[in-house]
């Protein structure tokens, strides 16, 4: 199994960008998937994540109304829509999954997960 994340870049404060992961080796019908953040000298702290039968999401509070996480079954990719950035949402974003259903409370945890990508880059600029 192998998790592709990209998207990520450079931006200014107050912009948008989206960022994909792609999985490849298996579906995850019935699994979960989610994105994970770690900004420098930080711990990884959960962002999103959505079951991807349903397609039900769950989201930090700090993030709700700004970032938004859907999914795509046909290309088995699903994407981090994240607006107004600001400088404190530069980080390393890294897509996770689990072939199984996570309980919610479980969500953001990144023990919970079985598969990790190698991550993307996003800096907001102020």
């Known amino acids: 199994v192998q998790l592709q994340a990209s998207g990520g870049g450079l931006v200014q404060t107050g912009a948008s960008l989206r960022v994909s992961c792609a999985a490849s080796?298996?579906?995850?019908?019935?699994?979960?998937m989610g994105w994970f953040r770690q900004a420098p000298g930080k711990e990884r702290e959960f962002v999103a994540g959505i079951r991807w039968t349903g397609g039900d999401t769950i989201y930090a509070d700090p993030l709700k109304g700004r970032f938004t996480l859907t999914r795509d079954i046909s290309k088995n990719t699903m994407y981090l829509q994240m607006n107004s950035l600001k400088p404190e949402d530069t980080a390393v974003y890294y897509c996770?999954?689990?072939?199984?259903?996570?309980?919610?409370?479980?969500?953001?945890?990144?023990?919970?997960?079985?598969?990790w990508g190698q991550g993307t880059l996003v800096t907001v600029s102020s």
């Open positions: 996770a999954a689990k072939s199984s259903r996570i309980i919610y409370s479980q969500l953001g945890e990144p023990s919970s997960y079985d598969y």
């Open positions: 080796g298996r579906t995850f019908s019935g699994g979960t």
